[in-house]
């Protein structure tokens, strides 16, 4: 039989088992896919300009983990994590590290162990963000974390809040699992959503924003699961303003923003 084959019946016997749609399947917190299933690898093509995007390898655990570099060193790091079916490529192609590393950011799309060209590390899911962080040797980044990298960035939301300068959720998966812990947490948070997402409802979006002392929610009207594809103008527009808000709440602040950057500040207090 044809591995495709196979495939296929392993994969339905898993939908049946679980009695759910695919979709319903990985919005469920005892879903059985995983993240440890890689994709088909491509080369990287550069699509924006300025300075080109770097692939880097970086030793974590047992394994490895492959970034996509932007943006100056000095800037303000964030982390970009992708969902279950995706790896780093997709913030590339959406736009999002170019216009991140415009604006000063120092800006990582990781593959997440097993997808794209990541190995896996070793760490359990609640222990491997952290680990990342360490071995990127980046200090209180801002995590961007898609529907499945929820799993990933969770725990440490919970365990060490002040690791991050804050995190902006995206969909993410596995939220009911922390709402009790989440409760008060100090983090800067920005929620995003698509009102048209079938595979996690956009109305948990006020609910997870809550939590946290300190939250932003956008909802995009046309937007599906992958908001930063349906609607990137949008999408790109609330992550930017969130992010240069978090800049100016600092005193000293930075001085290697670009003129895009400074544009931008003016059109948020119009």
Not at 50 to 72: A, H, M, S
Not at 77 to 104: N, Q
């Given at each position: ?54 692939e880097r390898f970086t030793p974590v655990g047992t ?192 001085t290697n923003l670009t003129n895009e950057a400074r ?8």
């Amino acid at each position: 039989m044809p591995n495709s084959v196979v495939a296929f019946y392993v994969v339905m016997g898993s939908i049946l088992t679980i009695g759910c749609t695919p979709q319903e399947a990985f919005a469920r917190d005892d879903s059985p896919f995983s993240s440890d299933v890689p994709p088909a690898t491509a080369p990287i093509v550069e699509l924006g300009p300025g300075p080109p995007l770097v692939e880097r390898f970086t030793p974590v655990g047992t394994g490895r983990i492959r970034t996509l570099v932007k943006g100056p060193p000095s800037g303000t790091p964030v982390l970009l994590l992708h969902g279950a079916t995706f790896r780093a490529e997709v913030w590339r192609d959406a736009g999002t590290i170019d216009k991140l590393a415009s604006l000063g950011f120092y800006v990582l799309a990781a593959d997440l162990p097993g997808h794209g060209k990541s190995k896996r590390t070793g760490h359990q899911q609640r222990d491997f963000l952290a680990a990342l962080i360490e071995a990127l040797d980046i200090v209180r980044p801002v995590v961007v974390a898609h529907s499945w990298a929820g799993a990933y960035t969770f725990p440490l939301i919970v365990s060490s809040p002040r690791s991050l300068r804050a995190a902006v959720l995206v969909a993410p998966a596995k939220m009911n699992r922390y709402i009790q812990k989440l409760k008060g947490n100090p983090l800067p948070v920005l929620v995003l959503w698509g009102k048209a997402d079938k595979l996690i409802s956009y109305r948990r979006a006020t609910r997870l924003a809550a939590l946290f002392q300190t939250s932003e929610v956008e909802v995009f009207a046309e937007a599906g699961h992958e908001c930063y594809r349906d609607a990137p103008e949008l999408f790109h527009r609330a992550l930017s303003q969130f992010l240069l808000g978090l800049e100016n709440s600092t005193a000293h602040g930075r001085t290697n923003l670009t003129n895009e950057a400074r544009a931008a500040r003016s059109f948020r207090g119009q």
